[in-house]
DNA sequence: CTGAAAGCGCTTACAG
DNA sequence: CTGAAAGCGCTTACAG
């Protein structure tokens, strides 16, 4: 059994009032006494019940994270940039994910009963109302990561990905005039998608240039379904001079590895890039040009957030967006 | 203000003792009565205070999870398997991570103060006694990741992977006779490395082969060490028939780029192999022949027996050996 | 089947 | 500077 405060007040002839009070706020008591009291902390390798703690102080020190899925490098590194930060800042942190079919509620759950945390930092990539709804409803200190729930009070960490691929558009543009561009993007009603795909057709217009019926193509993130359909397609495509723009690393590597499959040549005969900038981006031949995504600072940025919100729980709503960046690499050509 | 059983209880105009009944064991509580408080909770959106429960319980129902590391494709897995399973047996789950140059008393700071979880999954990769000697302090069931503290009761999940690093070695020696096999491991503290080596030499003295001096080297684990130190002697590797045996795949992949970048063919002029079957191996070019260990099942299963022995906490210290795998592919040529 | 009451281990006014 | 006491929101014997 782990010693209580009425351990230590007895073993150091005090009140626990005393005992509290040394844990807490330190400079009000009589530096004997509390030479007396730490003494006898250390004797019974006293630790304060969280529980007790949290029920006083509504507060557990936890922090919530909750991911659409805790799978790849991606959300990998989002949960190691918040994970550093939340140590640095002195809470602890819950992680779960949420998947596609989880109804709104158990986005809360997910973060646990009442109480439980002090605060949430919830992904969203999807469009789905249930989520939104559900969010809406829990009424705690909440940090959005690169999405926003209209209506709903919170933080916001995002990322500029209109910019980072408005550049890359351009930037392929630019360096193979007259190549065709087609994108293959999430599933149509992914966030990030939807800003990628905003982006191209902007810079298309730009330059004058519609995306045809065939140039635009939903496919859902996965390695294995982009060199499936590319599979298919890669042929065709080669046929005059294209570049496929993936909306994340992952497909990107699919429709290059389906392209080799099919002994063409990347970049020469066919072009590819993707999006994120993840390990997958330097280590498929030839390596990516995509668009970096900061993704631990990401992770950090919203912990930061949150508990500055916890400190000040008055204070204006924040957003900080993040910048993103194009990386040209070889699977492009024109450099 | 949330509101509390007391509210729920006025509202049904019973005790909060009857209510608390319907919440833990509805069974006993007529069945009108449980109505009418069902329904008073459903509509304050009651939810039990989980301090007030933690209290009188002594149990959070959250497990913590201690990794050495967040970073990568193979703790990422890890983490997904123990997620999944966490939230199936209806428990919450803390993440941390311990760094290298954490002392021991970070393993238990990492996973919170007293109580705050009711049991911990801990990973330990390295050999420090002060990790070793915090965990003995450490009061809390415990399941040990791929790896033993002798002297602390414990359950375990152990990966066989000397057999997985045997099977890997014979079959160097067989397809390619006449070989010679490097060694390149982690730290040569690191649990992992020390039984992927032992495997190796074990495996050379039943071929009557004897490691050279220069035969066997520890790096890092990653990728970029091992590019590193690969560029500066993979011409004198490939000047007679070499294998190299990673410990893991990411070092493997920068052995295999080193090679590519000194104009090598692998696997003809060099024959590269990894370990852990990450990810990576599938994307390097050539493919990296490994050795798949199962990290998303080793989270489950880590998770499945703290569960377990929270439920019944006399039950027989148990230990789980999962089975690693060749997996043939082509850095290693000879199929 | 239900209620009144004790108690879990803390924090914090309130007196002194 | 210190102690006695109330109270945080629950669970669970103990009576009835």
Redesign the interface.
């Known amino acids: 059994m782990?010693a209580s405060i009425e351990d230590v007040a007895k073993r150091a002839n005090v009140s626990i009032s005393t005992v509290s009070r040394v844990l807490n706020r330190r400079n009000i008591v009589n530096s004997e006494t509390r030479k007396r009291v730490e003494e006898a902390i250390d004797a019974l390798g006293y630790?304060?019940?969280?529980?007790?703690r949290?029920?006083m102080l509504r507060k557990?020190n936890?922090l919530g994270l909750v991911l659409p899925d805790?799978?790849?490098?991606f959300?990998?590194e989002i949960?190691?940039g918040a994970?550093?930060k939340t140590?640095e800042l002195g809470y602890?942190?819950?992680?779960?994910?949420v998947t596609a079919d989880d109804d709104g509620h158990d986005v809360l759950s997910?973060v646990?009963?009442?109480?439980?945390v002090d605060g949430i930092v919830v992904m969203v990539t999807e469009m789905s109302s249930r989520i939104r709804t559900s969010l809406s409803q829990a009424?705690l200190p909440m940090v959005l990561l690169d999405g926003d729930v209209p209506g709903v009070k919170h933080d916001s960490v995002v990322i500029d990905q209109q910019r980072g691929a408005a550049e890359m558009v351009r930037h392929l543009l630019d360096s193979s005039p007259g190549n065709r561009v087609l994108f293959i993007g999430g599933h149509d009603t992914n966030l990030d998608t939807i800003d990628r795909l905003t982006a191209y057709r902007k810079v298309l217009a730009e330059h004058g240039l519609q995306p045809g019926r065939q140039d635009i193509v939903h496919l859902d993130y996965s390695y294995e379904t982009a060199f499936d359909y590319a599979s298919q397609h890669v042929l065709a495509w080669a046929e005059q001079p294209t570049t496929i723009f993936a909306a994340n690393d992952e497909m990107a590597?699919g429709v290059v590895d389906a392209a080799i499959a099919a002994t063409l040549s990347v970049p020469d005969e066919l072009k590819v890039v993707g999006f994120d900038d993840t390990?997958?981006a330097q280590?498929?031949?030839p390596r990516l040009t995509t668009v970096r995504v900061p993704k631990s600072e990401m992770g950090a940025a919203a912990v930061e957030l949150l508990c500055a919100r916890l400190k000040e729980p008055g204070r204006p709503s924040t957003r900080i967006t993040l910048q993103t960046e194009l990386v040209v690499r070889e699977s492009c050509g024109g450099r």
């Open positions: 782990a630790r304060p019940n969280v529980f007790a949290g029920l557990s936890i805790l799978h790849g490098e959300y990998s949960i190691r994970n550093q140590r602890h942190m819950l992680v779960s994910s997910a646990g009963t009442q109480g439980l009424d590597a390990r997958i280590l498929t031949r």
